[in-house]
T-cell receptor
Framework: DARVTQTPRHKVTEMGQEVTMRCQPI?????VFWYRQTMMQGLELLAY????????DSGMPKDRFSAEMPDATLATLKIQPSEPRDSAVYFC????????????FGPGTRLTVT | AQSVTQLGSHVSVSEGALVLLRCNYS??????LFWYVQYPNQGLQLLLK??????LVKGINGFEAEFKKSETSFHLTKPSAHMSDAAEYFC???????????FGQGTRLTINP
């Protein structure tokens, strides 16, 4: 049963610390998405990649957030420095670059910044 | 730009009753449409998808949705609610060839015993 995996599942850190979240997309999928979910804003798209190249990161605060795909089996989302307002659940999703474009979500990383 | 509107942020039904969750979309081209379900502390799970092959789409857990182009709607239904259906449901539309999904704000479904 192919699934998207994310690590860590939970992260508590202090303001100012660096946070790195990792995602392993489903094998064979060539698009990867990063989302953030909060009660206030709902589900927000932060960035996405096709064939490891960033296509759109307009949803991401550029000064502190960065997203990369070092290889086809790993995507990372980094926050440096972290702030309390970054507390949220971060989801990774993967899919194929051909229609109908459904996405498969990981279980999420719950980040708490104190 | 495409958009999705889910009518009702919170829907409550009795166990055994009909479930109806409403979704309207805006799109200038034939869309791909999706329903996702999110259980507490979990990621979003694909329930079903519309890809123009058939207007009535059946998904997992007894859910189905009907695409109505004239009404730009894609409402989700289930004939008889179970307690295990309590979750948040998201409607989404594919933004053309860009692969991005545009999500609705979600509808929280509560099942009363």
């Amino acid at each position: 049963d192919a699934r998207v995996t994310q690590t860590p599942r939970h992260k508590v850190t202090e303001m100012g610390q660096e946070v790195t979240m990792r995602c392993q997309p489903i094998l064979g999928h060539n698009t990867v998405f990063w989302y953030r979910q909060t009660m206030m804003q709902g589900l927000e798209l932060l960035a996405y990649f096709r064939n490891r190249a960033p296509l759109d990161d307009s949803g991401m605060p550029k000064d502190r957030f960065s997203a990369e795909m070092p290889d086809a089996t790993l995507a990372t989302l980094k926050i440096q420095p972290s702030e309390p307002r970054d507390s949220a659940v971060y989801f990774c999703a993967s899919g194929l670059a051909s229609g109908p474009y459904e996405q498969y979500f990981g279980p999420g990383t719950r980040l708490t910044v104190t | 730009a495409q958009s999705v509107t889910q009518l009702g942020s919170h829907v409550s039904v009795s166990e055994g009753a009909l479930v109806l969750l409403r979704c309207n979309y805006s799109s200038s081209v034939p869309p791909y449409l999706f329903w996702y379900v999110q259980y507490p502390n979990q990621g979003l799970q694909l329930l079903l998808k519309y890809t123009s092959a058939a207007t009535l789409v059946k998904g997992i857990n007894g859910f189905e949705a009907e695409f109505k182009k004239s009404e730009t709607s894609f409402h989700l239904t289930k004939p008889s609610a179970h307690m295990s259906d309590a979750a948040e449901y998201f409607c989404a539309v594919s933004e053309g060839g860009a692969q991005k999904l545009v999500f609705g704000q979600g509808t929280r479904l509560t099942i009363n015993p």
